[in-house]
């Protein structure tokens, strides 16, 4: 099939020479003035546009103009004709945005020429642009899949771990809606703007199943005791938290988003901490410790209250949890993130309904 040239020019013995140089080749479409040509363009797309510059009314800058910025024309490549050589007149095409320029009158040879070749490295760029279209997009499909199956396999291991226990394994699940939860309710009422971004929401429930990783290493004995742990024994489960970051450097640290990486790490070593800085591991205070962490404390501790454990049964109402967190207010959890939860009591009670 043959490829389209549309030629504007006004001058009528112009548009003939065209169509006798380039008919033989090429299917051409004529017009006589720029809004012709435009209204032509509405419904076809040809291959090339030969553009006179010099026309009454609208000339072939300003078409030029109008070509560019739309859609449906400004990929099509265009060749300006001037009846002058001069090097300003050249420099302004380009500048425009010509493929190239051609001076009247026409040498055929040097018109079919420009022509060809224009048309040819047009369709190569056309044909670059579509494969790295497509490669584009098996890699964001790629990567989207990989992502998935990522993520469904840290939930797996993160209940596989949190079922030794004898918790429910809604745990994994619960507290990454809970964190996001209050994550988004934070930002919905203008705190922590400046950290909590989309992307950041998005790594926070990605890694709030993770934050226990690090109780695989602690015994069954200490892990499944039905009783209060003794002194010694606290010590022990408290190092779930250092084993949980390790085992996350282990497993993710080669991940390359290292906000994601940083993120993990924080939750895992970091919910344990308290506002008051009589947590562990580190014995951080206040904002010192990390936003994510003490999002995690909070969702951390509304679970475990809410739950049945193996060493206490589920508290009920809900309200009466609310209380008992409330006491932790400034002591334990950050004021800020805490007065959000229990003002969140209605639509918890809903999720947790269903
Ligand atoms: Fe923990």
Known sequence: MKNVILVVDDDKTNLSLAQRILGPQYRIAASNSGTAALKYLETHRPDLILLDINMPEMDGFEMMEKLRSNVHTESIPVIFLTADSLAETEIKCFQMGAMDFVTKPFVPDILLSRVSKTIELDQYRHNLETMVNIQARKITEDAMRLGRIQDSVIVGMANLIESRDGSTGKHVKNTQTYVRMIATELLSRGHFTQELTPAYIENLCKAAPL??????????????????????????????????????????????????????EDIALYHHERWDGTGYPAGLTETNIPLSARIMAVADVFDALYEE??????????????????????????????????????????????
């Open 211 to 264: 934050h226990d990783v690090g109780k695989i290493k602690i015994p069954d004995a200490i892990l499944q005791k039905p009783g209060r742990l003794t002194a010694e024994e606290f010590e022990t489960m408290k190092l779930h938290t250092t084993h949980s970051r390790k085992i996350i450097q282990t497993i993710i640290g080669d991940i390359e988003d290292e906000h994601y990486v940083r993120l993990v």
């Open 309 to 354: 454990r193996c060493y206490k049964p589920p508290v009920r109402p809900i309200e009466r949890i609310m209380q008992i967190m409330s006491e932790g207010r400034g002591t334990q959890f950050d004021p800020v993130i805490l007065d959000v939860f229990v003002e969140m009591l209605p639509q918890l009670r809903e999720m947790l309904e269903k």
